[in-house]
């Protein structure tokens, strides 16, 4: 009935189902690279590509007949070459101290009956949940969820996004007083709720200044949005955004095919950012189409402050600043050695009465561009 082999594998395999809660990695599609011989400690070579430059113009590209056109100013690629250095991940984590390791115990009776759970049944999900593995399998996803985000909010470091580079957007489009607070906004600003992303101003400039710095689009026509459900609140406010937002499509039945249909996005009906089900099984959000990107909502974002004057004469304070991340492809790319992320078990399971697990991945993050996004903010009255 019960084999110390098979189970950790069972639960391994579940570590590379997509959840519809963490959409992040779906909706970046990175760069990966897998080297099953690489260890922690070495290192994974991730390509950057780019373009040759200026185009020139029809006169210069033209050729006469007796012109020579020979090999010695010959072109490669062009392309940076990004060493990613592997690191061994673990969970999940210490619950008082999240730098340092834990385990995951379950007692062997709780997997016996469960076992005999998924002969009687064969749903594999009423398993995970009857002896708790789902909170494993959550642990892996929240984190490799937030480990993408984290690699997008990097574009900061840029500094103010403009038509020429990546970095931060603030409503108004100010630069940073200091690296901790933006200058204060009027009175009249805070009256028209100006400190707030404004979907007529503040989203044709970040969406302007992405067309402008030429980063690509995906392979549905459309850049992408990922955005905490504070900032999108803020852009509900705007009827025709709210119009759009409120007829998503039915989710993707497969996420590696979301190039087809994308106007199903908003004629499919359905709740905006909600997953669908399809046989029983979760489909991952399609988002929705507005203004040449498509927005998805996320609760896994991390919290933002900034010290700011909004005008509502408390002076400045301490206030949130949720966030939103646009962006094109070959934004992140992951290095990944040995055999990718699994689930395994511990030899010391105290005279076979208890199955002690972890989740392992030997991986490498990076943000390959950071011209590539642009991170926006909205502020809050709050503080």
């Given amino acids: 009935m019960f084999i110390d082999n098979d189970f950790p594998k ?18 970046v599609e990175p760069v990966v690279v897998h080297d099953f011989t690489k260890q922690p400690g070495q290192t994974v070579q991730l ?6 430059g200026a185009p020139g ?9 007796d012109q020579t056109i020979g090999t010695a100013n010959s072109r490669s690629i062009v392309k940076d070459k990004v060493l990613v250095s592997l690191r061994e991940y673990t969970g999940p984590a210490d619950p008082n101290n999240t730098n340092l ?72 489009n100010p630069t940073k007083a200091t690296s901790t607070s933006l200058p204060a906004y009027t009175a ?57 937002a409120r007829y998503p499509g039915m989710g993707q039945p497969n996420p590696l095919m979301g190039s087809q249909s ?33 927005f998805f909502e996320s609760t896994n974002m991390p919290s933002k402050t900034i010290s700011v004057d909004i005008g509502d004469g408390n002076g400045a304070q301490t206030r949130d600043t949720p966030p939103a991340l646009f962006f094109g492809p070959q934004s992140v790319g992951v290095g990944i050695g040995g055999p990718n992320a ?4 511990n030899n010391n399971d ?10 392992q991945l030997y991986a490498g993050f990076a943000n390959l561009n950071k011209d590539f996004t642009t991170v926006g903010f909205t502020i809050t009255e709050t503080y």
């Fill in 101 to 172: 390791p834990s385990t995951f115990k379950i007692a062997r009776e709780t997997l016996m009956t469960a076992q005999r759970l998924l002969l009687d049944t064969g749903n594999l999900n009423m398993f995970h949940q009857s002896i708790g593995s789902l909170t494993l399998l959550d642990d892996y996803r929240r984190w490799r969820d937030r480990v993408f985000l984290d690699e997008l909010f990097k574009a900061e470091s840029r500094g103010k996004s403009s038509d020429t580079q990546g970095g931060y957007y603030y409503p108004e």
């Fill in 10 to 27: 069972l639960l391994g395999a579940e570590l590379y189902r997509p959840h519809p809660a963490y959409i992040v990695e779906m909706a």
């Fill in 47 to 52: 390509d950057r590509y780019r373009f040759f």
């Fill in 262 to 294: 994308p106007n199903s996005a908003v004629y499919g009906g359905g709740q905006y950012g909600q997953a669908q089900f399809v046989g029983g099984e979760p489909v991952m959000p399609s988002g929705f189409v507005f203004e040449g990107v498509r």
């Fill in 342 to 345: 699994q689930v395994l078990i």
């Fill in 57 to 65: 113009t029809k006169t210069s590209r033209e050729r006469t007949q």
């Fill in 350 to 359: 105290d005279f076979s009465r208890f199955i002690i697990l972890i989740w």
């Fill in 188 to 244: 009249a600003q805070y009256a028209s709720e100006r400190f707030k992303f404004n979907v007529k101003t503040d989203l044709l400039e970040v969406v302007k200044g992405l067309r402008k710095r030429n980063v690509p689009v995906f392979a549905d026509g459309y850049y992408r949005c990922i955005a905490d459900p504070s900032f999108m609140k803020d852009m509900r406010a705007d009827s025709g955004f709210r119009e759009v």
